[in-house]
């Protein structure tokens, strides 16, 4: 069992910047997946972000030189730091973990982008 626990949501103002972190805890293997994946309202959750145990991130088109994701590996610890933020980046953000039979999900944090 992994247990994934978000936070740093919140609301920001259209151009601002927010920083998540994601601290896993449990049967952590020293090979897994973490990533990023939102949900708007009335959408289907969608990839974000996705970053492995050697650290090579991959970014879905729409984050591109805007978001940044990051892992801490001696503190189980995954990070998301967003810039620019747009309104269509609200959405509930959600932190995943997966390593051979096991496929976590953390419950979410709010990000709302508004004035």
């Known amino acids: 069992q992994v247990q994934l626990v978000e936070s740093g949501g919140g609301l920001v103002q259209p151009g601002g910047s927010l920083r998540l972190s994601c601290a896993a805890a449990g049967s952590i293997s020293s090979f897994n997946t973490m990533a990023w994946y939102r949900q708007a309202p009335g959408k289907q959750r969608e990839l974000v972000a996705i970053?492995?145990?050697?650290?090579?991130?991959t970014y879905v088109d729409p984050v591109k030189g805007r978001f940044t994701i990051s892992r801490d590996n001696a503190k189980n610890t995954m990070y998301l730091q967003m810039n620019s933020l747009k309104p269509e980046d609200s959405a509930v953000y959600y932190c995943?973990?997966?390593?051979?039979?096991?496929?976590?999900w953390g419950q979410g944090t709010q990000v709302t982008v508004s004035t």
């Open positions: 995943n973990l997966k390593q051979i039979g096991l496929n976590s």
């Open positions: 970053i492995g145990t050697g650290g090579a991130p």
